[in-house]
């Protein structure tokens, strides 16, 4: 069964620096997607980051970028010049390509000290 | 466009109470998820639909049922509310594998149930 951890419950970050969540995970496939959703005080799970499993390069978003290591199954989030807006919480998650379900992370609460 | 809307935003419940959650979604998606979210748990899939008519179970089904009667809406129902079900009720949508795209889950804001 594929399994998703997050080893950081909680991550603190000055504002403008830059800050890395971890996640780790575990599958038996060779083809599969990676994402980063971020969940505000709003609650509304909004996708940071996606990464497919097939590509080398890591995937950036502005801000956001990806450690993807597949062969160490590690697949990092790093958050450069951090910003108040980014405290939240953040979600590693899993999804099989021939299937849609989804496996979250326990998740990485994220404070932005000003 | 609004994407994936919840219907309602909170909901106080007793013991054995029965309601219907509903989630909407306008992007035309084959795909319907019922997500709940836990302290310290991450997001844990109650069911799921992959097509109008069609409906499974995913980690967490029991005590819930769904209905997918028109490809827009995906309703999750609770028929005895226990205080167990106090939660955060997600619901997401998403384009199927089928149709070429292997699409990323959008997801709704979100449902507040406390049971008491």
């Known amino acids: 069964a594929q399994t998703v951890t997050q080893s950081q419950p909680e991550m603190s970050v000055q504002e403008a620096e830059t800050v890395t969540l971890s996640c780790t995970y575990d599958?038996?496939?060779?083809?599969?997607?990676l994402f980063w959703y971020k969940q505000p005080p709003s609650r509304q799970m909004i996708l940071v980051i996606r990464?497919?499993?097939?590509?080398?390069q890591n995937a950036t978003e502005n801000r956001f970028s990806v450690n993807f290591q597949k062969a160490a199954k590690s697949f990092s989030l790093k958050i450069s010049d951090s910003q108040l807006g980014d405290a939240a919480m953040y979600f590693c998650a899993y999804r099989k390509t021939s299937y849609d379900k989804v496996i979250f992370g326990p998740g990485t609460s994220l404070s932005v000290i000003p | 466009n609004a994407g994936v809307t919840q219907t309602p935003k909170f909901r106080v419940l007793k013991t054995g109470q029965s309601m219907t959650l509903l989630c909407a979604q306008d992007m035309n998606h084959e795909y319907m998820y019922w997500y709940r979210q836990d302290p310290g748990m991450g997001l844990r899939l109650i069911h799921y639909?992959?097509?109008?008519?069609?409906?499974a179970k995913g980690e967490v089904p029991d005590g819930y049922n769904v209905s997918r009667l028109k490809k827009q809406n995906f309703l999750l129902g609770l028929e005895s509310a226990a205080p167990s079900q106090t939660s955060v009720y997600f619901c997401?949508?998403?384009?199927?594998?089928?149709?070429?795209?292997?699409?990323?889950?959008?997801f709704g804001p979100g449902t507040r149930l406390l049971v008491l």
């Open positions: 639909s992959v097509g109008e008519g069609t409906t």
């Open positions: 990464q497919e499993a097939y590509k080398q």
């Open positions: 599958t038996s496939e060779s083809d599969y997607y």
């Open positions: 997401a949508s998403s384009y199927s594998v089928r149709e070429g795209r292997q699409e990323t889950q959008y």
